[in-house]
C-alpha cells in the first residue's frame, strides 16, 4: 500500500516490491536477497520472528544496501550486531518484557511465573523480565519452558505456575499458542485462584483467544491498535479496503511504518535510487502507526 503511495507522489521514482518466502534458512534468504540486490534492489525488509537475520545484516553491509527489521525481537540488531546499513522497527525483546512488568510492579503484582516459548526470543524476554524486577527479588520470578510452536496442551505447565501461587502468570506466545494458552489458564481456574496473566507478544490479526474473552484482566502487549485513535482507524480503513476485511497485525503495520519513513525520507534525499543515507533521518514525524 505504501509503495501505491510513493508512486503517486513521486512518479519519477519507481517503487516496485517483490516477495519471497525464506523458509526460515539463512542459506536459502541469503541467495534470494543476494539475487535481488544484483538485479538492482536497493532495500530489503524483513518482517518475520526470526532471531537469526544476522545473514542480512552482513549482505546490506557487505552490498551497501538496506535492510528493514519490522518482525524479528531480538535486542542483537541494536547491539552486537548494530551497524549503519538497517533499522530495528516496531519491537524488541526488552519493550516486551519490561512494558507488562513495569505495569504489574505498579500494581504491586511481584511474584510471577513465567511461561516461556522454548525458543531464543522465549528466553531472551524471560531474562529481561526477571532483569527488570525491582531490587534483588528476582527469586521471586520463576520459569519454566514450553515447546514452540505447535503445542496444544499446556496443563502442565499451568499446573507448575498454579503450585507457585504466583500473583501473575506470564505467557509469551503468539498465535494459536498464545490462544490455547489463555483458554487452558481459565480452565485451570487460574485468575480465580489469585493469579493472573499476562501475555507479552501477539502479532495475530484476529486474536481468537481474546476476541471470545476467555478470561478477565489479562495485560496484552502490543505495538498497533487499530481502533486507538482517529489516525489508526483511517490507515485501518486503507489496509481493509485491499486486504480482503483483514484487519492488521502489529507487524503488518510495522513494516508499512518502517517503509512509509523510509520512502519518505528516501524522496528528499538527492541520491538516486535510495541508499544508507536515508536511515540516518528516520523519525516517527506523521505517523499515526
Known sequence: MRSRI?????????????????????DIGTAIARQWF???????????????LRWLVHLCNQKDKVALFTGTATEDLTGKFC?????????????????VARALLRKKLDRWFFIAADYAMGASVG???????????????????????????????LLQAQAS??????????????????????????????????????????????RARPMPGPLLLECFYWDLNDGTRAFTK???????????????????????HYLRRSDRSASRPPTTAALSRLTDEGDSV
Open 238 to 260: 486503507r489496509l481493509i479496503a485491499l486486504n480482503k476485511g483483514t484487519y492488521p497485525a502489529q507487524n503488518v503495520a510495522g513494516a508499512y511504518s518502517a517503509t512509509m
Open 38 to 52: 544484483e538485479e538492482g534492489a536497493s532495500t530489503a525488509s524483513s518482517t518475520c520472528r526470526c532471531r537469526r
Open 83 to 99: 551497524g549503519p546499513n538497517h533499522v530495528h522497527w516496531t519491537y524488541d525483546s526488552y519493550a516486551l518484557a519490561t512494558t
Open 165 to 210: 501461587a504466583p500473583m501473575s502468570s506470564a505467557l509469551p506466545m503468539q498465535g494459536e499458542d498464545l490462544a490455547n494458552s489463555v483458554k487452558q489458564a481459565k480452565e485451570f481456574n487460574i485468575e480465580a485462584k489469585g493469579c493472573g496473566a499476562d501475555c507479552d507478544a501477539d502479532g495475530r490479526a484476529d486474536r481468537a483467544g481474546h
Open 6 to 26: 510513493s508512486n503517486k507522489l513521486h512518479p519519477d521514482i519507481q517503487v516496485d516490491v517483490v516477495s519471497a518466502d525464506f523458509q526460515l534458512k539463512p
Open 127 to 157: 531474562s529481561r523480565r526477571q532483569r527488570s524486577h525491582q531490587g534483588s527479588r528476582r527469586d521471586r520470578c520463576r520459569q519454566c519452558a514450553a515447546p514452540f510452536p505447535g503445542n496444544g496442551d499446556f496443563s502442565s505447565f
